[in-house]
């Protein structure tokens, strides 16, 4: 098989012999800092999504996809709305609520909460949250409209002190006027279910109730504060928000991407900052073949001059040590997405056999939402790094592979 002579003289510098010991030692440690560096850029970004991934299918699943109001803030003909928009492209379901902000009061405890008012029957359509109710504690059919039932998160419930079954007295912002003055909206409610999501907004800020008493303590008059829509796509969710704007003129549409917009622009960021300095990383690692070709050039200088003696071209030359450079990078950086795959794809089963192992937890229940480290591996991501290692050990191999070529043979002869 023909190999061009660059090639040939560049793989065989690869080969260690025994005077240069040293070199192909240096050499293993340029390969093996890629590898590792490598291994470390594609877990660390596989973990941080998958906590985003486990973070944003909690939200969502307590969240709207998409929301329909009216543009002051209300919807008064939610029916009629529902019925218009069940035939839409990538709607699921739509449920209406009413939300408010109240204080609840249990024994000698008040805390500020949301109280969403919901349709049980409507609510699973577009929402999990009958699923993160705790063993025992309930449904949410047990919202019963009339009977000023209530369902708590489960941090605000710890606050309050309360379980299924007590009484707790909801305040509302608007008031009553009475012979002895003004006075706030108050209604006893009972405790009938308790949820758990894992996020500390739901969970400590948040509490359910029948849409019917809801309007009866807000005094709503018969409208909703909002339609809340399910979509099947939740990535192309802004393209079908517009097109519900485009059917809908006289509603106001939004999508989570603009609810959460904050939140998903803070984990991005943290993203592209932590990738960033791991790619450091790289680069640091890649250099080292900065130092790895000048001592291999050091060494080869008679080769060097004899090879130019012969009428090999400096550019010739250099392509003999960009080949072994690129050698020691293509080495290092599919050992690193090797290892990396491979580590993150059984992250949760290696943290797992550590904690068994050495009787640790990394991730305490009691102290983090979620008990164990998600991994999500995105091939996109072991391209992008695996293209920025392969590249940057490419850039590292072009200066002391041009010194090479400017060596000149009559001045290393005259020595040798």
């Known amino acids: 098989m023909f190999k061009p002579l660059t090639v040939c003289i560049g793989l065989r510098y690869t080969q260690a012999k025994r005077r240069t010991q040293f070199i192909s030692f240096v050499t293993l440690a340029s390969v093996l800092g890629i590898a590792l ?14 906590f985003v991934k486990e973070i944003s299918g909690r939200m969502l699943s307590m969240t709207a996809h998409a929301t ?17 928009i069940q035939n839409f492209p990538h709607v699921q379901g739509a449920a209406p609520f ?13 805390s500020g909460t949301m109280i969403s008012g919901i349709l049980p029957e409507q609510e699973t359509k577009v929402s999990d949250v009958a699923s993160h109710m705790l063993e025992g ?32 007295t909801v305040i509302s912002p608007q008031v009553n006027s009475t012979p002895a003055g003004v006075v706030p909206r108050m209604r006893r ?32 008059d018969g409208s909703v504060s909002a339609l809340r829509v399910k979509l099947d796509d939740l990535l192309n969710a802004p393209d079908i928000t517009r097109s519900l704007t485009d059917a809908l003129p006289d509603y106001v549409v939004s999508d989570w991407t603009m609810v959460n917009e904050n939140f998903f622009q ?36 008679g080769d060097i001059a004899i090879l130019k003696t012969q009428g090999l071209t400096s550019g010739a030359i250099m392509g003999i040590f960009m080949v ?3 050698v020691i990078g293509l080495v290092g950086t599919v050992l690193g997405v090797v290892f990396g795959v491979l580590l993150a794809t059984n992250i949760a089963a290696i943290i797992k056999a ?63």
């Open 37 to 50: 560096s490598v291994t470390a850029l594609i877990t660390v970004v596989s973990v941080m999504n998958g």
């Open 68 to 84: 329909i109001t009216g543009h002051y803030g209300q919807l008064d003909d939610w029916q009629a709305l529902n019925q218009k």
């Open 98 to 110: 009413i939300n408010g902000q109240v204080m609840i009061n249990a024994d000698r405890r008040v």
């Open 137 to 168: 504690q309930g449904r949410l059919t047990d919202l019963v409209s009339g009977q000023y039932n209530i369902v708590l998160g489960d941090e605000l419930a710890k606050y309050l002190g309360t379980f299924v079954g007590d009484k707790i």
């Open 189 to 220: 409610f009972t405790v009938v279910g308790i949820f758990k999501v894992g996020l500390h907004d739901f969970d400590r800020n948040m509490a359910m109730i029948h849409i019917d008493d809801a309007a009866k303590l807000f005094r709503s």
């Open 266 to 301: 803070a984990i991005r960021m943290e993203k592209k900052v932590m990738s960033l300095i791991l790619l450091l990383m790289v680069a640091v690692a890649a250099f080292n073949i900065v130092s790895t070709l000048i001592m291999v050039v050091t060494d080869k200088r």
């Open 324 to 326: 072994l450079g690129t």
């Open 354 to 416: 550590i904690e068994e192992q050495f009787h640790i937890k990394f991730l305490d229940a009691k102290m983090y939402y979620i008990s164990e480290v998600p991994s999500e591996l995105m091939w996109s991501d072991v391209y992008t790094t695996a293209g920025m290692a392969f590249l940057l050990a490419l850039l590292a191999t072009l200066y002391p592979a041009w010194q090479a070529s400017k060596i000149n043979p009559a001045e290393v002869l005259r020595y040798e």
